[in-house]
């Protein structure tokens, strides 16, 4: 029992080291987080509904790990080759890519949740 406890702790290690490293040396994560906090202060401002803000914490959530696997990608690409090789360029960009279309559709989503909220809140301001 003590020593599933102690392997469970470690992976919990692990994950919050390789967030924390992911911090430190990935600039598209750190873009992320403050379009997260800027998202989430608007979301508080313009008081989604509940439903709302599970999605949009769904879509953070998301895209950040996306970021964090496509980091994963290209470090294993880079451990196994240095040299260019087509297929190496090939799994980073699809990692890329896979990261791109989620970023597309939270923004596409986001645009229509709280773009939504703005205009509602815009048309109100103008009608008092």
């Known amino acids: 029992m003590r020593r599933e406890f102690t392997r469970l702790k470690n992976s919990f290690r692990f994950a919050i080291e390789g967030v924390i490293h992911a911090y430190k040396t990935e600039k598209n994560i750190r873009i992320h987080t403050v379009v997260a906090v800027l998202t989430l202060a608007l979301a508080w401002f313009l008081d989604l509904e509940r439903w709302e803000w599970s999605l ?16 994963a990608i290209e470090r294993a ?15 980073k960009d699809l ?11 939270s923004v596409l989503i986001g645009i229509i949740i709280i773009g ?8 109100n301001f103008l009608t008092i």
Request: aromatic residues 8%; proline residues 2%.
């Open 116 to 123: 939504q909220k703005i205009w509602i809140n815009i048309l």
């Open 95 to 105: 990692a890329a890519g896979a990261v791109f279309v989620f970023a597309i559709v």
């Open 56 to 71: 949009i914490i769904m879509l953070i959530g998301g895209m950040l790990s996306l970021e964090l696997l496509n980091s």
């Open 77 to 91: 690409v880079n451990l196994v080759t240095n040299e260019y090789h087509p297929l190496a360029k090939q799994a």
